[in-house]
Structures are given as structure tokens and as C-alpha cells.
């Protein structure tokens, strides 16, 4: 496999005007401590991102009847909880859009995503929903540019015939049962290293890009849940009323390969955010307990776990993406970071 050749993204020619417009870094006061005040106007909100915003899997949709419907965007994510739950603290944000949507990859930031291959379905640039005015812009976006389901389909024979889990195998005449070795050495290991690198930059210009369309807004970019907890053991037994492991067919050797990949995204984000002067919410750090493998008390639902959605009466999976319960926990973490962000 050949290494393709990293190239600085264009916003970066452009890097100190748009830092210039961009939020600046200031000491951060704690919500709730003393001489803090909620803002006095209702706070203009965007909320961006892929199917960790979207909350796929979670029921109902919004626009069901339109063609963002394909977007899986829960009529209850994580933008809409942490909003209300915001309001009860006397924090209003004005959400001028929710423009999340599942299988969206970081360029989807600035350029138009199609929504199912071949179909000429398409949304347009997250990015057109930020105004001049907008003073919040909060969301999550990376995993899929990582390929994380390229990587669960190497890893997972049963996985790789999933329509709905976009992507391919990343090498698929390498065995799914061989993919610990595949991905720490050889070309796998290569792909997962320039991913990584592709994730960075691009983060840089998808938060420049942010600043230079809403130059006096907050920007916080979200983490992601906590998948493989630290014990894989725990992913060796089903949760309760389930047959399938958390994980399916992916073998136990490769639960904390995928689980370093994770690891490595989130670090990724956390210093994409710092170099840019953005907020981040680590919900890695803070999910260790809620994992996919975490039975009754889990936060994410298994890879083959059937969800709140059905597709022509047929349950989709939650193709280890947060139940409820999870959401709520996107929410609360959000929502405090929010109430920081405003309060300082």
C-alpha cells in the first residue's frame, strides 16, 4: 500500500487572518462559581457534526420526510438535551441550525455530503449554517474521517456486509480474524498513522474555517464516548437480553487495538482544539465505566445490537453508537462545557 502524500490544508495560507477573527484564549471560570452570571440574551447556537451528533440509532428522526431524513438525526441528540438542560440553568441558546448527520467526515465541514451513494441525495456544507452572528458553534467530527468503520469491518467478518456502516475493510483479502496484526505493523499500521495525521490537519481547517464564518463565536468540539473499556474481559459476555457479544465477531486480541485507535483520535482532537484556541469536551477520559462492554450499565450499544430504528420493518443495529443512556451523558458533558464557556 502506498503512503499518500500529506498537503497542507488551504486554510492555513490563511491561518492568521482567521485566527485573528478567531475566539481568544481566556482563563476559564468554572459554571456556578461565584461572580459568574448566565448571559443576559439567548445565545446564537450551531450545532455541527456526524452520527455521534446525530445520535443515530436513538428514535424519532428529524425530517423524516425529507431527504436529510437519511441523516439519522435524533429528534432528541445530544445538541437538543443539553440545550433544555442549559434553559433550566437560565442559559437560552438560539439554535439556528442542527446541520449533524451520520456518516459525515470532517470536509463535510466545508464542502456538500451525499447521503447515500449513487442516489444524488446531498446536503449542503455544514458550514453554511454559521452566520456573522452565530456565538456557538459545538459538535463532534473525526471519527469517520479516521475511518473508524473501515476499521471495525477489517476486524469483523459480519460487519462487512453492512450497507448502512459506511466504508469498506480497509484491506479486505486480509483476514477480519487477523486484524491485531494487521493494523500494528505493515501497511495497516501505516494507513492508521496517515489517518490520523489526516484527521489533524483537517480539524485545523474545519475550526479556522468556523472562526472565519462566525468570528466572534465560542467554537467547542466534542469528544467521543469511551467504546472497549481498559478490562476487555468484560466484552467476552453479553449484556443482558442480548445473544451477541458487545463486539460480535471481532476478535478479543483486537479489542484493545481498537480501543488505542480510539485513544489516539481523542488526542488527536484535544490538540487540534488547543492549537486552535477551541473548547474541548473529553468524553473518553469520563466514559471508561459506560462502555459498549459495560452490561446493564452501558452507554454505547453493542455493534450488532438492535437499535430504537427500523429500516422497511427491519431493527438496525447500533453499530456502537450511544443508547439513552449515553446520549445523557453527551448531553450533561456538553452542557456543562457550554455553561463554562459562556460563564468565563
Known amino acids: 500500500m502506498q503512503k499518500k502524500t500529506t498537503t497542507p490544508p488551504p486554510a492555513r495560507r490563511l491561518a492568521a487572518a482567521a ?26 447556537t450551531v450545532f455541527f457534526g456526524d452520527s455521534y ?17 437519511w441523516c439519522f438525526q435524533a429528534t432528541e441528540n445530544y445538541p437538543a438535551v443539553a440545550t433544555r438542560q442549559l434553559a433550566d440553568q437560565g442559559i437560552t441558546l438560539r439554535v439556528q441550525a442542527d446541520v449533524s448527520c451520520g456518516g459525515a467526515l470532517v470536509h463535510h465541514f466545508w464542502q456538500k455530503q451525499e447521503l447515500l451513494p449513487g442516489s444524488g441525495l446531498t446536503v449542503p456544507a455544514q458550514q453554511d449554517a454559521l452566520k456573522e452572528d452565530t456565538r456557538l458553534v459545538v459538535g463532534s467530527m473525526g471519527g469517520n474521517t479516521l475511518g473508524f468503520s473501515s476499521i471495525l469491518k477489517q476486524c469483523s467478518a459480519k460487519l462487512r456486509d453492512q ?20 493494523f ?30 462566525s468570528p466572534g463565536a465560542e467554537r467547542v468540539l466534542v469528544g467521543y464516548p469511551r467504546l472497549v473499556p481498559q478490562d476487555t474481559v468484560k466484552c467476552l459476555t453479553a449484556a443482558p437480553g ?6 460480535a465477531d471481532i476478535p478479543a486480541d483486537a479489542l484493545p487495538v481498537l480501543d488505542q485507535a480510539q485513544k489516539r483520535l481523542d488526542d488527536v482532537m484535544k490538540q487540534a482544539a488547543a492549537d486552535d484556541g477551541a473548547d474541548f469536551v473529553d468524553l473518553y477520559e469520563h466514559t471508561g465505566s459506560t462502555t459498549a462492554c459495560d452490561g446493564a450499565n452501558r452507554g454505547i450499544g453493542g455493534l450488532l445490537e ?12 447500533w453499530y456502537a453508537h450511544p443508547n439513552e443512556k449515553g446520549r445523557d451523558i453527551q448531553a450533561r458533558k456538553v452542557a456543562d ?6 460563564n468565563r
Not at 451528533?53 to 431524513?69: Q, R
Request: with cysteine; glycine share 10%; aromatic share 6%.
Open 53 to 69: 451528533t446525530a445520535n443515530f440509532g436513538i428514535a424519532p428522526l428529524n425530517h423524516i420526510d425529507k431527504p436529510e431524513g
Open 184 to 213: 500494528t505493523s505493515g501497511d495497516g499500521k501505516a494507513w492508521l498513522d496517515y489517518k490520523l495525521e489526516q484527521v489533524g490537519y483537517e480539524l485545523e481547517e474545519m475550526l479556522l474555517r468556523a472562526s472565519y464564518r
Open 19 to 44: 485566527v485573528a477573527l478567531g475566539s481568544c484564549l481566556a482563563l476559564a471560570v468554572p459554571a456556578g462559581s461565584a461572580g459568574a452570571a448566565a448571559p443576559a440574551e439567548a445565545v446564537q
Open 337 to 342: 462545557k457550554i455553561a463554562e464557556v459562556l
Open 306 to 317: 438492535k437499535s430504537e430504528l427500523e429500516l422497511l420493518g427491519q431493527a438496525i443495529p
Open 242 to 247: 442480548q445473544t451477541d457479544l458487545p463486539f
Open 163 to 182: 450497507a448502512l456502516v459506511p466504508g469498506a475493510p480497509v484491506d479486505p483479502d486480509s483476514p477480519a480474524g487477523e486484524c491485531k496484526d494487521f
